[in-house]
């Protein structure tokens, strides 16, 4: 099964900016949807945004519209997530995962931390 790299995550102030990568294992790698997921201390594992991984459209949860963009490339199977204006709450375990049509996550990666402090 494909496996997930997320990597980017890092230390930065309120305000700044940051990119994560997510690359998978496999050539022929050509799932339905690629997503974004976080987990904070404390909380349950949310959805952050998801990408139609061979066409166009993008979905965001609330809290991220406007500051956060999801991308791929497929050429080297990598996503990416552009987070900008970034906020204290905004701090969590990044992961990235895939899915095929109508199934379930899958490819889940050790996940990239992203601290963003006041």
């Known amino acids: 099964q494909v496996q997930l790299v997320e990597s980017g995550g890092g230390l930065v102030q309120a305000g700044g900016s940051l990119r994560l990568s997510c690359a998978a294992s496999e050539r022929t790698f050509s799932p339905y949807n690629m997503g974004w997921f976080r987990q904070a201390p404390g909380k349950e594992r949310e959805f952050v945004a998801r990408?139609?991984?061979?066409?166009?459209?993008?979905y965001y949860t609330d809290s991220v519209k406007g500051r956060f963009t999801i991308s791929g490339d497929n050429a080297k199977n990598t996503m990416y997530l552009q987070m900008s204006s970034l906020k204290p709450e905004d701090t969590a375990v990044y992961y990235c995962?895939?899915?095929?049509?109508?199934?379930?996550?899958?490819?889940w990666g050790q996940g990239t931390q992203v601290t963003v402090s006041s």
């Open positions: 995962a895939a899915r095929d049509f109508n199934g379930d996550w899958y490819g």
């Open positions: 990408m139609r991984w061979r066409s166009s459209g993008a």
